[in-house]
Structures are given as C-alpha cells and as structure tokens.
Nanobody
C-alpha cells in the first residue's frame, strides 16, 4: 500500500508562489503516474497536473498552464507542484495521487493512491 503525504500549503497573496511536495512511502514514481488534483470549497475535485512515468510527459489543466509546473525527484520519492502567479481562484485543498495505469487520466476515479491533502489559500 503506497502512502502519500503532501506538504507546503499555506496562505499567500495573489501573485505569490508556493511549492507543494508529495512524499511517497515507496519508490513508486518510477513506475506509477503522479498527479495533482484540487478541490475548491463547495466544488468537486478537479485535475491540475500529471506526469507520466513512461514518457516523462507532463499535462496541465488549462487554468494553470504557464503558471504551475509538476516535477519529480525519483531519488527522494517526491513529487512537486511549483505554483506561480497564484490567483484567488486557486484556493483549494490540493491532493497528490498515483495511478498504476500506463495511460494518463484526468479522472480522479482512475487514481488508486491519495494523500490527505494540503490547504492552499490565496488572498486578493
């Protein structure tokens, strides 16, 4: 059973930056896809970004393209989400998740392993 733990959330002013981390309990980033999702208040969980373990390709939601960057450090079993130019609408609980499929999915139901989430609040 893979255990994921997010960190790095907090309160930031609009235009600021945060870097989220996702530590995995095992060396799974070399054979599982890793993704970030977020759940804004009162809304459903939505896809933010993903990285393919197979191709190293990265994928982003339109709303974060050009502002967020996903990366991994396989030696540290850790994934990151660098978030720049933050906006109030980025306020949400952010989750990392792993998927054992070879295909990248934007559907949260495709992901088997989840962290507990970290709160990101962007003030205007």
């Amino acid at each position: 059973q893979v255990h994921l733990e997010e960190s790095g959330g907090g309160l930031v002013q609009a235009g600021g930056s945060l870097r989220l981390s996702c530590a995995a309990s095992e060396h799974t980033l070399t054979y599982n896809n890793i993704a970030w999702f977020r759940q804004p208040p009162g809304r459903e969980r939505e896809f933010v970004s993903a990285r393919s373990f197979l191709t190293n390709g990265t994928y982003y939601a339109d709303s974060v393209t050009g502002r967020f960057t996903i990366s991994t450090d396989n030696a540290r079993n850790t994934a990151y989400l660098q978030m720049n130019s933050l906006k109030p609408e980025d306020t949400a609980v952010y989750y990392c998740a792993e998927d054992e499929s070879v295909y990248i999915s934007r559907d949260p139901n495709s992901y088997e392993y989840w962290g507990q989430g970290t709160q990101v609040t962007v003030s205007s």
